[in-house]
């Protein structure tokens, strides 16, 4: 019986020596708020007797503020189901980032529902070039814009984006 014990504690000392290190992830808060324009209204049409509206293929580039891992120019997506008579649906879509103050940014899909008419979701995000390997993870909402800034709509999103171990 000591034997085997000696045995196993020899085994699993040479497992603990061969284990790689564990890397460690930084997780690094961000927050922006973003104005978009659209370029391409979709495909839309209605159903129900024309109480729910699909439209597929909404398109915008947008402008993103809030410091240096978000701040650039996006390309969004999305697609929704919206029942006009309460305000409640679904949408979905995708969204890149290319970023100002790095040479590369985020791509990532995003899920929200709107309750009411207005619309929250997150977001999770792959990094590419510079920020290859990076990943994120946000919340997103409609804010509406502030008077005199001229686009077609406003979000904001915050969250966290996470640096890969090193």
Known sequence: MKRSMAILAVVAFFFALAAPASATTTR???????TYRVIDGGRTWFSNEGRIMHVR????????????????????TASWNLDLATGDGTMWGTA??????FD?????????????????GRGVYQGFGELHAWQGRVA???TGCAPGVTADGCDAFA???????E
């Open 57 to 76: 293929g909404w398109t915008a580039v947008s402008e993103a503020e809030g410091g240096n891992y978000v701040t650039g120019d996006g390309l969004l």
């Open 104 to 120: 590369g940014g985020f791509a990532g899909s995003w899920t929200a529902t709107f309750e009411g008419f207005a619309w929250s």
């Open 159 to 165: 969250g966290y984006y996470f640096r890969p171990g």
């Open 28 to 34: 690094i808060p961000v927050s922006a708020t973003e």
């Open 96 to 101: 890149s980032y290319v970023l100002d103050a």
């Open 140 to 142: 997103v909402w409609a």
